[in-house]
């Protein structure tokens, strides 16, 4: 029988080897490459996730905004409806002749809605015909002060100062004109309103 090649013996096991070497490396490679991917997914999770909790706290922001609005809202409308029963009743005290109730309802109306012109201008009229003038000018001038368009406030202007006396009436005249600048269709109803050609005769346009 003949002696083994050592020289095959030996190729045979640098090849084994050299396979063995390029198998771990490759592994290797592979494991490195599976820890990249997984940490750049890890990475991208993360990111996706931070955007998640941006959105979510504005959402969350966007929601309480909403229920403070919701609430400002429910608020407005109870005070709207408060401020229409006040002026209801109001309306009916002083066709009732009642006109110290109606002054008193329709202060409790304007604490519900102290911006509107037109409950501001029945409260003031209603103090002119309880002969308060004063007060009932310092009203139709704040209710001026809340719309200072609303034609017929400064028609009941006029007729609020011609019942002070003379010394009102350039004022009372300028009123007037002012209305009249606003709405020119008042000429026929100031002249058509037996009050105030009583009280405001000389003021007449």
């Known amino acids: 029988m003949d002696a083994p090649d050592n020289d095959s013996w030996e190729d045979t096991l640098g090849k084994a080897s050299r396979r063995a ?16 991917y997984a940490y750049t997914s890890l990475r991208r999770l993360e990111q996706e996730s931070a955007k998640l909790e941006v959105k979510n706290a504005r959402l969350r922001v966007e929601l309480a905004n909403g229920a403070r609005q919701r609430d400002s809202l429910l608020g407005t409308v109870s005070q709207m409806r408060g401020a229409l029963d006040a002026t209801r009743s109001a309306i009916n005290a002083f066709h009732a002749g009642r006109l ?24 003031a009229y209603a103090l002119f015909r309880l002969g ?14 809340a719309d200072s ?24 005249r300028a009123a007037v004109e002012r209305a009249i600048a606003l709405q020119p269709e008042l000429t026929q109803k100031m002249r058509g ?10 003021q007449l346009p």
Not at 21 to 36: H, Y
Not at 109 to 123: F, G, H, S, T
Not at 158 to 171: E, H, K, N, V, Y
Not at 193 to 202: I, L, S, T
């Open 100 to 123: 110290e109730d109606a002054v008193r309802l329709y202060g409790d109306a304007i604490k519900a809605d102290p911006e509107n012109p037109y409950v501001r201008n029945l409260q």
């Open 193 to 202: 309103d037996g009050e105030f050609r009583r009280v405001c005769r000389a």
């Open 21 to 36: 070497a390029t198998l771990s490396l490759a592994g290797f490679l592979l494991v490195v490459g599976a820890m990249v």
């Open 132 to 145: 308060r003038i004063p007060e009932a000018i310092t009203a139709q001038r704040r209710a001026l002060a």
């Open 149 to 172: 368009l609303y034609a017929w406030g400064y028609v009941d202007l006029a007729r609020f100062l011609c019942a002070t006396g003379s010394d009102s009436l350039p004022a009372a």
